[in-house]
């Protein structure tokens, strides 16, 4: 075999190694309703405005070399679950293959933010938390951040991907966005909740009151 031929395989075989890598360290995971958004996060959900960002670095990996990340400095503008202080900014991985979140840092936009608290205290945030610009926000999300997604964190939603899902337990709710509307922001992302009823199952709730004793899945006061 020629010298340049081996060289050919070579170059390949690095070429190849490395789009492997780069694929492993994508990032990867599942979408969450809105609902499971609030109730697993460790901050729970704020709104906020980016007014500034930079580089900085948090310790070394094993080999030594720096960690990198961004820190968005940030106003907080209300505070739907987590600490009594304010939140001043957030962190984030530096690019998207490894779930870093980018965000409009001119301070114009209003997002609502959920993430993680780390065991400094700080907060981080990736593509896998629920982040989104408030305007954009249905007029139900926003009310279920004080009156309704709490009611239904004993609940768990179960997002259906293909025909046929089920659940397996009535502490259960069918999320079927995708299936339906070939969307994670579908109508029950956006207008339902899933809540606890009086039998202690759960069920999907649409409704601007609080929900009777025996409501059905599908009211709609």
């Known amino acids: 075999m020629s010298y340049t031929m081996n060289s050919c395989l070579v170059a ?3 070429l190849f190694l ?3 890598e780069d694929m492993a360290e994508a990032c990867s995971c599942s979408p969450a309703h809105p609902q499971q958004a609030f109730c697993n996060s460790d901050v729970g959900e704020f709104t906020a405005k980016v007014v500034g960002m930079q580089e900085v670095e948090s310790g070394n990996d094993v080999y030594g070399n720096p960690i990198k990340r961004i820190r968005f400095d940030v106003k907080q503008i209300k505070m739907f679950k987590g600490p009594t202080q304010d939140i001043d900014a957030i962190y984030t991985a530096p690019t998207s293959a490894v779930c870093g979140v980018t965000l409009d840092t001119n301070g114009k936009k209003e997002y609502l933010i959920t993430g993680k608290l780390e065991t400094d205290g700080t907060m981080h945030i990736t593509l896998c938390d629920f982040i989104e610009q408030w305007e954009a926000l249905s007029a139900m999300q926003k009310k279920s951040l004080t009156q309704r ?3 239904g964190c ?4 179960i997002r259906c991907t293909s025909i046929p ?3 397996n337990s009535p502490t259960e709710c069918l ?3 995708w299936v339906i509307e070939k969307t994670v922001n579908g109508e029950q992302a956006k207008h339902f909740a899933c809540i606890k009823r ?3 199952s759960c069920a999907w709730y649409r409704g601007s009151v609080p929900p009777r004793k025996d409501f059905l899945d599908i009211e709609d006061p």
């Open 175 to 177: 999320w079927t966005d």
């Open 154 to 157: 004993d609940c768990r939603i």
């Open 12 to 14: 390949l075989a690095i």
């Open 165 to 167: 899902c089920m659940i």
């Open 18 to 20: 490395w789009r492997v």
């Open 149 to 151: 997604y709490e009611t």
């Open 198 to 200: 009086s039998d202690d």
